[in-house]
């Protein structure tokens, strides 16, 4: 192996280990409709799937959790399980990393949903 392609391979291995992906903590929620506006983006250089659920902090009811979203994917829209009254609610965001087989890794973020 050159030196070039050896190079190559440890960034690949790096890069497994790296994780970045966009979200947005404050978020818009239709109250006609009850949807929220998620824009949760899993970059195409991840080598995970992730899964999103969003908590409310009273009471910490889950008022929606997504699927499985492949790298290079992304979710803008989710409708909420809950009809949630106008105004802000603080959410915790969760964020699961998984591989092919398992959780890996999972990491909160706190958040707002905006009702109106």
Do not use: C, R, W
């Amino acid at each position: 192996m050159t030196d070039e392609e050896m190079l190559k391979f440890m960034q690949t291995e790096v890069d497994k280990d790296n994780f970045n992906i966009n979200l947005k903590h404050e978020i818009a929620v239709s109250k006609e409709t009850n949807v929220a506006q998620i824009a949760v983006k899993n970059k195409p250089t991840n080598a995970y799937s992730i899964q999103v659920a969003y908590l409310l902090k009273e009471g910490n009811e889950q008022v929606y959790k997504s699927g499985l979203i492949p790298a290079n994917h992304q979710l803008m829209e989710a409708k909420l399980a809950k009809d949630l009254s106008k105004g802000s609610h603080e959410v915790t965001i969760v964020y699961t990393i998984y591989d092919d087989e398992k959780e890996i890794n999972q990491s909160t973020i706190d958040g707002v949903l905006y009702v109106s």
